[in-house]
């Protein structure tokens, strides 16, 4: 027994060579702990190196005795630590792919890098290179580079149906994400997603270098997710901040890939963004408070209109104390916005210099009423209730003279009064040395705004006057540790009822059982649909796992997932199946512990 990798050996004859160096003749390997294994390999001559690998001869893969695999020669990394050699190669078959292999290479460069090269075989398209580079040199600066690369030899047949015809043979996926301290404070993060054609996503969706894995690694590693997969526009973005104690700083160059035939050249460029912000402070010994904005922008083109903006926007507040009773805070801001434009577009015809000068004028009532319910020992509840009244002022100005990019050139006059109300019921439970925990065990909120502009109309055309929003309200509510549930509604006043509903609940248990439920209702945007997942453990070796999506208004189903998996001390199995819109899919994959698994998907 090798205690460091956990290695079982039996052998007629073995000879130590070194600390941890091993020949041995007519030999059994394995994990799995004796007398009866559940896997080994079995082997005419072996040999174990310091560096953590097995070479054997003439070898045949057991299970429970029974031989299924013979190799003429085997190497294993048996290591704990990370080393380069072959990873074990992931087997599947499809109708348009046909029978596939992936041998990935692995390669150890040091301690805070690696690389890994996929040699993906397709019977019916060709061979996919692909290729992954890592680094890590603290948890602030890590980095992760992904490509794929293939002459595809499979003529496209409308795939999805969506009326686009590929008619590209070199395809390709380029995506990458990187977090990086910088000198003087600053940080900055990369994300890169760019691909060949707008199918590609779609039909490589699956296995180790496939958008969900590749997503779901970026969201572990940065806190960061991929543009969804049906996106036909892919951005890539590098940004640089700095957080001060008084400022904020922020940059960001933007490059937007868009997959649409004939759109490149018209689709907005952000060469680059610039913002800078002065947090709220005292004006010099006065009850006043000031804050400060400036941004600039450059959007860019080659076809269409172009702009550069410069947008800037200092405010002064002052914060006022009603007898405690309640409290109001007034608050102004300028906003000057000046453009340079250039190039053409027939929809628009703004100045070449234009300016607009336009001022904010806000007033922010609210007061709070509270109680405290003594429970059983140190544990209270308490219930708070805060209304507020809001109203915010922006006049009547023509902006025609100015280019329509974004929201920002496009100020809407504003003469709001905004009704809101706030509750909480919050406890506080004690942990011992003083110390407490504090939980909202229900939090409400509830809001509609009255606007004599009338901007608040669902549809362009509608006649009658909208002064009155939407009412919204918003409900969580958290009873147990275990048990959390939110919902949200919009209401339309003008006869239309519930425009939007959303509900989520999650019930999980202290082992990592979860059952999360979800539906979502949007008349306006045509959703309507109900999401379920669960995640359960039946026994300390069983897992299983439940998705699926269904859309209530077709009463169709959008995608199922299940999965089941087995794990014992020594190896594992695991289930799953796949079906969507696309495509019915089916996976296979067994873990041998200290080697590694095999996957096959159908």
Not at 19 to 28: D, G, I, L, S, W
Not at 110 to 121: G, I, L, P, R
Not at 481 to 505: A, C, E, I, Q
Request: charged letters at 25%; glycine letters at 6%; one cysteine or more.
């Amino acid at each position: 027994f090798l205690q460091r990798n956990n290695i079982h050996l039996l052998a007629k004859q073995i000879q130590k060579t070194g600390p941890e160096e091993y020949q041995a003749k007519h030999a059994t390997i394995s994990t799995c702990p004796l007398p009866k294994q559940a896997w080994n390999f079995k082997c005419r001559d072996l040999k174990l190196t310091t560096g953590g690998m097995a070479f054997a001869k003439s070898s045949f893969f057991n299970i429970r005795d029974i031989p299924v695999i013979y190799s003429p020669w085997v190497v294993l990394p048996i290591n704990k630590y990370r080393k380069t050699g072959l990873l074990l190669p992931h087997f599947s078959t499809s109708k348009r792919n046909g029978a596939e292999l992936n041998v990935p290479f692995f390669w150890a460069i040091n301690d805070s890098m690696d690389a890994t090269f996929y040699q993906h075989s397709m019977s019916k398209r060709g061979w996919m290179q692909g290729v992954e580079f890592r680094h890590v040199f603290s948890p602030e600066d890590k980095g992760i580079l992904r490509y794929n690369f293939l002459v595809d030899t499979l003529d496209d047949d409308d795939f999805n149906d969506d009326g686009y015809t590929r008619g590209n043979e070199k395809r390709w996926w380029f995506r990458a994400k990187a977090d990086q301290q910088l000198p003087w404070g600053f940080e900055a993060k990369v994300d890169v997603d760019t691909i060949s054609d707008r199918d590609y996503l779609l039909e490589f969706d699956q296995g180790p270098m496939g958008y969900d894995e590749t997503d779901n690694i970026f969201r572990k590693t940065f806190g960061r997710s991929l543009s969804d997969e049906t996106d036909l526009i892919r951005p890539s973005t590098l940004q640089i901040t700095r957080l001060a104690q008084d400022m904020f700083f922020g940059g960001e160059g933007r490059y937007n890939d868009n997959m649409e035939v004939g759109k490149q050249d018209s689709t907005v460029q952000t060469y680059p963004r610039l913002v800078l912000h002065g947090f709220r402070k005292p004006l010099f010994n006065s009850p006043f408070y000031y804050d400060w904005a400036t941004s600039y922008v450059h959007y860019w083109r080659e076809v269409g209109l172009r702009e550069q903006r410069l947008h800037m926007e200092p405010g002064v507040s002052l914060p006022l104390n009603l007898y405690n009773l309640a409290d109001l805070i007034l608050s102004g801001t300028v906003e000057e916005t000046m453009y340079e434009t250039s190039g053409h577009d027939p929809d628009q015809d703004p100045d070449n210099y234009p300016n607009r000068l336009l001022y904010n004028l806000n007033a922010d009532l609210s007061t709070t009423f509270g109680r405290t319910y003594c429970l059983s020992g140190e544990k209270t509840m308490r219930h708070s209730i805060r209304p507020g009244l809001t109203y915010q002022h922006r006049p009547s100005e023509n902006q025609d003279d100015l280019p329509d990019i974004d929201a920002l050139d496009r100020l809407e006059p504003t003469n709001r009064i905004t009704l809101s109300l706030l509750s909480f019921l919050s406890s506080k439970t004690p942990l011992g040395n003083n110390r407490f925990a504090y939980t909202d065990v229900i939090r409400f909120s509830l809001e509609q705004s009255y606007d004599t502009e009338e901007n608040n109309r669902d549809q362009p055309g509608e006649e009658d006057p909208r002064h009155f929003s939407d009412i919204y309200a918003e409900l969580d509510f958290k009873p147990f540790p275990n048990l959390f549930m939110r919902y949200d509604t919009s209401y339309n006043v003008y006869g239309k009822g519930f425009t939007k509903y959303n509900f989520l609940g999650r019930l999980s248990n202290s082992v990592g059982d979860t059952l999360d439920l979800e539906y979502r209702y949007n008349c306006l945007v045509h959703i309507n649909e109900v999401n379920l997942e669960v995640h359960t453990a039946f026994s300390p070796s069983w897992y299983g796992m439940c998705k699926l999506k269904r859309n209530v208004a077709e009463n169709s189903e959008l995608e199922s997932v299940l999965g089941l998996r087995y794990q014992s001390t020594c190896w594992a199995l695991e289930g799953g199946f796949k079906k969507d819109t696309d495509e019915t899919s089916f996976t296979f994959h067994i873990e041998l512990l200290g080697i590694g698994g095999w996957g096959a998907k159908n």
